[in-house]
Nanobody, 124 residues
Framework: QVQLVESGGGLVQAGGSLRLSCAAS????????MGWYRQAPGKQRELVAA???????NYADSVKGRFTISRDNAKNTVYLQMKSLKPEDTAVYYC??????????????????WGQGTQVTVSS
């Protein structure tokens, strides 16, 4: 099987910084776009930033100029550097790979995969 494991969340004061990491593991053949989403209490999950396998990047307007997404294709890892954090950035942050192609036994599978989420809390 394949899984995404996030790390780097935590509690930070407004104006501070955090760096999230998300590593994909398993018998991976290829990974297309990787991205970060977030979901605050009572709100829908929203895209924060995404990066294609070729390096094309898309940011939500609310994080442009503050967050930077990057990836290491050799390590199947995506990062999110967050600076100038605001209380409204508080949410559970989820990593997504869409899609991942991987071996499951003798079968080749392709699907979207989500991480378990990591909490980011920004205090005012």
């Amino acid at each position: 099987q394949v899984q995404l494991v996030e790390s780097g969340g935590g509690l930070v004061q407004a104006g501070g910084s955090l760096r999230l990491s998300c590593a994909a593991s398993g018998s991976i053949v290829a990974t297309n776009a990787m991205g970060w989403y977030r979901q605050a209490p009572g709100k829908q999950r929203e895209l924060v930033a995404a990066i294609s396998s070729g390096g094309n990047i898309n940011y939500a307007d609310s994080v442009k100029g503050r967050f930077t997404i990057s990836r290491d294709n050799a390590k199947n890892t995506v990062y999110l550097q967050m600076k100038s954090l605001k209380p409204e950035d508080t949410a559970v942050y989820y990593c997504n790979a869409d899609p991942i192609t991987y071996w499951s036994g003798s079968s080749l599978r392709t699907r979207s995969v989500w991480g378990q989420g990591t909490q980011v809390t920004v205090s005012s």
